[in-house]
């Protein structure tokens, strides 16, 4: 007998999932796991490239419902495999019709899986296609705070419609310069754990106007359901974890999560009326 866990809520607002790897999902097949996503009232999931063999996967996967979306990039643990070709087609596609940034590029100095020299080259390289093409990027930054910092701040003109430090685990400097910079920042079932109070930290000196919902899945699965396979159909737990930490309505935490994602990833469906922190041009 399996134990008892509280249901997964459904809320009345729609979420955006903003940071999930659909392909990496093993336990249901797809289309179970899109179902159970629709149940929850997840109105757009964005699946997330990392390296050269899944940019095609990723293209793939952003056609199989009308509101699932994708990003092509390569992670800092693949920056080894960056190529002049692997270049050319994340250039080629980052603008696809259902591709919404570059993503997810950075800097991984805990697992350094790849040289860090390499690292931050990758990193500044897919930097400056996001800035040539005008997307927003995702970034992934571990332990790697300063160079983040200083490689970012080089962007800082070019780079317009900056984008999120998804996962979010760095410490206050970087929180305060991507705040101040106008980038959003991505929380996940990491709020939930019981040891991460220095996220918590983090999300309680975010305004809530900066702030984005993912699940990062398969990995970082929410309580209650730690020790299952993370899906997307887990994001409600982590909205109701920031909406405690911020001691804001759970509505608000929504309504507000939802524009930031739109802002950062789907402009166009925003009312030209209501700027967001993003809107630098
Ligand atoms: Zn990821």
């Known amino acids: 007998m399996s134990k008892k866990r509280r249901e997964i809520p459904v809320f009345e607002h729609p979420i955006i999932e903003t940071h999930c790897h659909l392909d990496y999902l093993k336990d249901r097949p797809l289309s179970e796991t899109l179902e159970q996503t629709r149940q929850v009232n997840i109105e757009k999931v964005i699946t997330i490239a990392v390296s050269p063999g899944n940019l095609a996967a990723v293209r793939e996967l952003s056609q199989v419902e009308p509101w699932v979306f994708g990003t092509q990039g390569i992670h800092p643990h693949e920056a080894e495999t960056y190529t002049d070709a692997v270049e050319e087609e994340i250039r080629a596609h980052a603008s696809d019709e259902k591709i919404v940034a570059v993503g997810e590029i950075g800097l991984d100095y805990f697992y350094d899986n790849a040289d860090r020299d390499v690292q931050r080259e990758v990193f500044r390289r897919q930097l400056q296609i996001a800035s040539d093409l005008d997307r927003p990027v995702v970034i992934h930054s571990r332990e790697a705070d300063d160079d983040t910092i200083e490689i970012l701040k080089e962007f800082e003109a070019s780079l317009k419609r900056r984008g999120v430090i998804h996962s979010f685990t760095s410490g206050p400097g970087l ?60 994001i409600p737990f982590v909205a109701e ?41």
Do not use: H
């Not at 991507?178 to 040891?195: D, M, R, S, V, Y």
């Not at 899945?217 to 929410?222: A, D, M, R, V």
């Not at 759970?250 to 939802?258: I, K, P, S």
């Open 175 to 234: 929180a305060q310069y991507a705040i101040a910079q106008g980038w959003c920042l991505g929380f996940n079932g990491i709020t939930t754990f019981n040891k991460a109070e220095n996220v918590r930290d983090i999300v309680r000196m975010t305004p809530m106007e900066q702030i984005l919902l993912e699940t990062d899945s398969p990995f970082l699965t929410p309580v209650p359901y730690r020790g299952r396979e993370n899906a997307p159909f887990y």
């Open 241 to 281: 974890k920031i909406a405690e930490v911020k001691a804001l309505p759970l509505d608000q935490v929504l309504e507000t999560a939802y524009r930031n994602s739109l802002r950062t990833f789907f402009p166009v469906q925003l009312p030209a009326s209501q700027p967001g922190i993003n809107d630098r041009r």
